[in-house]
């Protein structure tokens, strides 16, 4: 990998201030609509990291492909006709046209419109037109698409990084892992990608949906009263409230709203149907993991940089439907300091009925997704977050923003000693060191000078 991206005097001196302001509980407004910090990002962290391309279920036939991104480039994530997952950078190697022409589909090849050069789904390139007379003896092999450095795929969630340095996937998501367990091993069966995935585009930074669903949950009696007002979800607020927010490992956190016994009436299982519940078990994951799914409303969590999580019971129309479980994955593609483009997908259990398929995929429509309540509640205020931080008085006033919650005398959270799982864990759900994780491990690659970030918290 070549070295990493010089940044500027300037650039050192916002992310050095914001690794002692992070510590007092505050962030420079202007990471949000820096463009030379946004340019950093690309090269240091989407570059780096492992990043979210797809589920499994997406491309269960060979020859099955789709289009996804790391950063801003394109990759093709496509099951060979030998059955292999491989993930390719989508340009030709002959002059870097692109070869595949749609989001998603079946093929047996990838053929570049400009000079016709053909790929299989292995990569392999298997011709061109008039191949004597213009290469002769030219080696194919080493002419093949390119490939990310690494792939792996964890519970179905396939991820590539870009970074041959980069540690095994299981260690990049350290004590997430656990986590990601509690939900996609509830049930050997699996989870699978129903319908396509919705793709719209909003000006803001990527940043801020990705910190949102690491566990803001201070905005949800606020910015989302009117969906209790509608029934759409079946937890009183305050109630909704009591749980735990987890530093799951550097970077990735997640939130639940939790029971405190098993005795509570429910939801139980994040609201999933009781027939489905009953196939519960413990075949794949702990019985400690299993309680905490039996007795979680809500699980909502981020795997840095930008792949969110989300489980709990909703309903798009109350008066004719009861809430039922969603199951969202979501990802805040960066597309320019202030734009994201959202991609949202909808997971079922593959053993559930049609009709309880039918039933989470219109509940999700309604509630998380381009015309869902939610999603026209939450992408107003990241607008403007972006807004301001592209603003002059952000700069020259170095406007700072307040992520003091949870910190020692700052609230009602406390530090949780016995949690059953790993990680950092906090109750209630009044804190933000679950956005302070994430910015620290930002920071940690951000200013890496070459090394690779910790995965797991010292001691």
């Given at each position: ?16 201030e914001?690794?002692d302001?992070?510590?007092?509980g ?7 609509g820096?463009?030379e ?10 570059a780096?990291?492992?990043?979210y391309?797809g ?9 099955d ?6 950063g ?8 060979g006709e ?12 002959h ?15 990838f053929?570049?419109p ?10 392999q ?10 290469f002769?003896n030219m080696d194919k092999?080493?002419n093949?698409l390119?490939?990310p450095?690494k792939?792996a795929?964890?519970?179905g969630?396939?991820?590539?990084t ?7 996937l ?7 892992a ?10 050997e069966n699996?989870?699978e990608?129903?319908g396509?995935?919705q793709?719209?585009v ?9 910190e949102?669903f690491a566990?803001?949950?201070?905005h ?6 009117s969906?209790?007002?509608?029934g759409?979800?079946?937890v ?11 530093q799951a490992s550097p970077g990735?956190?997640l939130?639940f709203?939790i029971?405190?016994d098993e005795n509570?009436?429910?939801?139980k ?27 979680s ?13 989300l ?6 129309d109350?008066?004719h ?6 199951v969202?994955l ?7 300091v202030?734009h994201?483009?959202i ?16 039933r ?8 998380f997704?381009m015309g869902g ?6 992408t ?5 977050v972006?807004r ?5 008085f ?5 406007f700072?923003?307040n ?15 016995d ?12 804190e933000?060191g679950?956005?302070?994780?994430f910015y620290?491990f930002y ?17």
């Open positions: 990998m070549t070295a990493p991206l010089p940044s500027s005097e300037r650039a050192d001196r916002l992310l050095a914001m690794r302001d992070l510590a007092r505050a962030l420079p407004a202007a990471i949000f820096d463009e910090i946004y340019r950093l990002e690309l090269e240091r962290i989407f780096r990291a492992w990043v391309l589920h499994e279920s997406e491309i269960a036939a060979r020859g492909y789709v289009v996804r991104r790391i801003e480039d394109p990759f093709i994530l496509v099951r030998d059955g292999v997952v491989r993930a390719f950078f989508d340009a030709c190697r002059r870097g046209v692109q070869v595949c022409r749609a989001d998603s589909g079946n093929t047996s090849h053929r570049c400009y000079h016709g050069w053909t790929y299989s789904t292995t990569g390139l298997v011709g061109a037109p008039l191949w004597r007379s213009a002769g092999a080493s093949g390119a490939t450095a792939l795929s964890y519970r969630l396939v991820f590539a870009l970074d041959p340095n980069a540690p095994p299981t260690d990049y998501l350290g004590g997430m656990w986590y990601v367990d509690l939900l996609f091993g509830l049930n699996g989870l990608v129903i396509p995935p793709r719209f909003i000006d803001a930074n990527w940043k801020s949906p990705a949102n566990g803001d949950d201070y949800l009696g606020t910015l989302h009263r969906v209790w007002a509608v759409a979800f079946p009183p607020f305050k109630t909704n409230m009591m749980g735990y927010h987890i990735h956190s939130s709203s029971a405190p509570d009436p429910g939801p299982f994040f609201g999933f149907p009781e027939d489905l519940a009953r196939t519960f078990g413990t075949k794949l994951i702990s019985p400690e993991q299993l309680e905490v799914a039996r007795r409303r809500v699980m909502v969590g981020t795997i840095f940089p930008n792949l969110s999580i489980a709990l019971p909703l309903t798009e109350g008066a439907h009861p809430p039922t479980a969603i969202t979501r990802t805040w593609q960066p597309r320019g202030g994201i483009e991609w949202n997908w909808f997971l079922a259990w593959r053993h559930a009925t049609p009709a309880q398929k039918e989470t995929y219109r509940a999700g429509l309604g509630t997704s309540s939610f999603e026209m509640d939450d107003e205020p990241w607008i403007t972006s301001t931080g592209r603003s002059t952000a700069r020259v006033a170095n700072k923003l992520y003091q919650m949870g910190l020692p005398g700052v609230g009602v959270a406390k530090r949780v000693p949690w059953k799982g790993p990680g950092i864990c906090y109750w209630p759900r009044f933000e679950v956005q302070r994780n620290r920071l940690d690659f951000m200013q890496a000078n070459g090394t690779y970030p910790r995965t797991r918290f010292d001691g």
